[in-house]
Nanobody, 126 residues
Framework: QVQLVESGGGLVQAGGSLRLSCAAS????????MGWFRQAPGKEREFVAA????????RYADSVKGRFTISRDNAKNTAYLQMNSLKSEDTAVYSC???????????????????WGQGTQVTVSS
């Protein structure tokens, strides 16, 4: 499995921005679709965004559409989540995830992803 390490979390005021990074190692990064999920205290893990192996197809949760952008740089073995116009309800632990795929579309269910990072905390103060 590919190993994933997130970075870039922190404390930000409402309306601010953060960019999360997910560094991959151990396998050929371009063979994997990537996703971001989040889990707030007392809530279930929820899908945030996903991107296919080459970056030509993306999907977003309705709650983040227009504010968050997922991207990837296969030359750097890294996926990103740019988060703008952050709200207090975006506060959660954000985890990146991967599964081997070279099809156009992407999955959105956590059970479809086979590798997970340890997560990074994002706290948005109102």
């Amino acid at each position: 499995q590919v190993q994933l390490v997130e970075s870039g979390g922190g404390l930000v005021q409402a309306g601010g921005s953060l960019r999360l990074s997910c560094a991959a190692s151990g396998r050929t990064f371009s063979n994997y679709a990537m996703g971001w999920f989040r889990q707030a205290p007392g809530k279930e893990r929820e899908f945030v965004a996903a991107i296919n192996w080459i970056g030509t197809f993306t999907r977003y949760a309705d709650s983040v559409k227009g504010r968050f952008t997922i991207s990837r740089d296969n030359a750097k073995n890294t996926a990103y989540l740019q988060m703008n116009s952050l709200k207090s309800e975006d506060t959660a632990v954000y985890s990146c995830a991967a599964y081997a795929s070279r099809v156009v579309g992407v999955a959105t269910k956590p059970t479809d992803f086979t590798s997970w990072g340890q997560g990074t905390q994002v706290t948005v103060s109102s």
